[in-house]
């Protein structure tokens, strides 16, 4: 899998928009870019991925920019439950043997009151 | 995510002990994997099933077994637990998409402590 790089850490006022970025710049043409978190010791939680084109669901947007080599993560109104490490990974299409999910150290975002 | 769920939550166990992990969702997928994850440290895949009658190793399959009862079901035995199999545990299941991404979702997770 492509290697990405996070900050480690960032913080976000509560009811702000937090806006994490992700390099990846030697990700290849069939390979998606996916966001996760995970609040401590709980279960890594799936947010969004895109392969070329911004996304947005119920949880977050994804900005991929046009040479695909970085991305960022905007989560629109930050609340304290988002509070957790959240993970750029990238992924090539599934097949057929399993890929592990690898995360890498990820940021730490902290949502302040 | 509800739509995966694990039991037991947290577990304690006393070495040389034999332990099983379970593991069901109501996603409907094909895929289901087993990982741990240690302290400050990333996932680790123990094994991984595509359907009932498919089982393979990951990364980290010695001291460890599954069984796939079942579509919905998938559960990891410690035959004989040792302590540095102390770990968080993470069941998970995967869907496919048209274009062949891949995308995983996790249990809440096993708390295991091993004396």
């Known amino acids: 899998d492509a290697k990405t790089t996070q900050p480690p850490s960032m913080d976000c006022a509560e009811g702000r928009a937090a806006n994490l970025p992700c390099n990846h710049s030697?990700?290849?043409?069939?390979?998606?870019v996916y966001w996760y978190r995970q609040i401590h010791s709980q279960g890594p939680q799936y947010i969004i991925h895109?392969?070329?084109n911004n996304e947005t669901n119920e949880m977050a947007s994804l900005i991929i920019t046009e040479d695909r080599k970085s991305s960022t993560l905007i989560l629109p109104h930050a609340t304290l439950r988002d509070t957790a490490v959240y993970y750029c990974?990238?992924?090539?299409?599934?097949?057929?043997?399993?890929?592990?999910?690898?995360f890498g150290s990820g940021t730490q975002l902290t949502v302040l009151p | 995510d509800a739509d995966v769920t694990q039991t037991p939550r947290n577990r304690i166990t006393k070495t040389g002990k034999r332990i099983m992990l379970e593991c069901s969702q109501t996603k409907g997928h094909d895929r289901m994997y087993w990982y741990r994850q240690d302290p400050g440290l990333g996932l680790r895949l123990i094994y991984y099933?595509?359907?009932?009658?498919?089982?393979n190793k990951g990364e980290i399959s010695d001291g460890y077994s599954v069984s796939r009862q079942a579509q919905a079901k998938f559960s990891l035995s410690l035959e004989s637990a040792i302590p540095n199999q102390t770990a968080l545990y993470f069941c998970?299941?995967?869907?496919?998409?048209?274009?062949?991404?891949?995308?995983?979702?996790f249990g809440p997770g096993t708390r295991l402590l091993v004396l």
């Open positions: 030697t990700i290849s043409g069939n390979e998606y």
């Open positions: 099933s595509f359907d009932v009658k498919d089982i």
């Open positions: 990974i990238v992924r090539p299409l599934s097949s057929g043997s399993a890929r592990q999910l690898t």
């Open positions: 895109g392969l070329k």
């Open positions: 998970a299941t995967s869907e496919t998409g048209g274009q062949g991404q891949e995308t995983q979702y």
